[in-house]
């Protein structure tokens, strides 16, 4: 699947739970919720790098080819 | 009324067309043969005979088709007979009945029992050996977090008291100063989106009356001090 929002970025769940948490911590100006989206972002970070090695060993080229070309969260960012 | 006997006519002038049925595959249709392909031209010595017997099997198997269309019939008057004689809402009753046992049953029943394969995923997390490697920590960890974003235990500034923090950090968890302690409450209900504490604030005249009287002997002094500068100005 690599249309709709997978042509922007690899992870597009993970990348709204991400701006949710930093949101979040913006609109209520909590530094603890700054803190904790952090973790939530390494967490994702982490869990991802996971599954796209499950999914390189499943779709092989196809999916090495498709992480070349798309970012993982942000698009031309990261 | 055979097609055969029909008179054929041009639908433009009215006049009739010769049209030779024999020729024509779709004029022989109530022969009871369907389209009949053109028939191909004979050998010289052959047809005679082939059309003899042609013709005498046919008049032989009249009398049997007539006798087999006539039991089809009679079954048939027998089978509406029947119909007609039962209700048709205990036809319907019967089918609904026979279509619940035959077909809908197996079909709810395996997805009742295989409802999102609950029962092969249980099976798959009881798994001992596999269970913790498959990312469920990683899952958990998510979950947490999502949780303390939401709901934070804390605010950073006790974390860091908490933790030691150097001096220069501790600015942040430092108590603040008596004179700042009604405008702090103040700001930080109004900077809150929570009405109900908003009007809380509006409305908190004790609040209001410590910020005016913490503020008001430095207003006093540097009114003095003021008073005083223009005094001397004006010696």
């Known amino acids: 699947m690599t249309d709709g929002m997978f042509q922007y970025m690899r992870h597009p769940v993970y990348c709204g739970f991400i701006l949710l948490a930093f949101g979040f911590a913006a609109v209520t100006r909590s530094e603890t919720r700054g803190l904790m989206s952090l973790l939530l972002f390494a967490i994702l970070d982490f869990k991802s790098r996971r599954e796209e090695v499950a999914m390189e060993e499943r779709f092989g080229e196809d999916y090495a080819e498709y992480a070349g070309s798309v970012h993982r969260f942000f698009p031309r960012i990261y | ?235």
């Open chain 2, 1 to 235: 009324m055979r097609r055969s006997q029909r008179s054929v006519k041009c639908s433009s002038s009215g006049e009739p067309l010769n049209i030779d049925p024999s020729s024509n595959p779709f004029l022989s249709l109530d022969k009871g043969d369907g389209p009949v392909a053109p028939s191909k031209p004979e050998a010289p010595g052959e047809p005679k005979q082939v059309a003899g017997k042609s013709a005498a099997s046919k008049s032989a198997d009249e009398p049997a088709e007539q006798g087999k269309a006539e039991d089809v019939n009679a079954d048939a008057e027998e089978i509406v007979d029947a119909e007609a004689a039962s209700s048709p809402l205990d036809q319907v009753k019967e089918y609904a009945e026979e279509f619940k046992q035959t077909v809908a049953m197996p079909i709810f029943a395996h997805r009742l029992k295989e409802t999102f394969a609950a029962d092969e995923l249980l099976d798959e997390l009881k798994e001992k050996p596999h269970l913790g490697r498959r990312g469920e920590l990683i899952l958990l960890g998510q979950l947490l977090v999502s949780l303390l974003v939401v709901c934070p235990p804390m605010q950073l500034k006790g974390l860091l008291h908490l933790a030691g923090a150097p001096p220069s950090l501790r600015v942040l968890s430092a108590p603040h100063s008596p004179s700042d302690a009604g405008s702090r409450l103040l700001l930080t209900a109004h900077s809150r989106t929570d009405v109900r504490s908003r009007r809380r604030a509006r409305y908190d005249f004790g609040a209001l009356h410590e910020c005016v009287r913490r503020v008001q002997p430095r207003t006093q002094f540097y009114a003095s001090t003021h008073a005083a500068q223009r005094g001397r100005v004006r010696d």
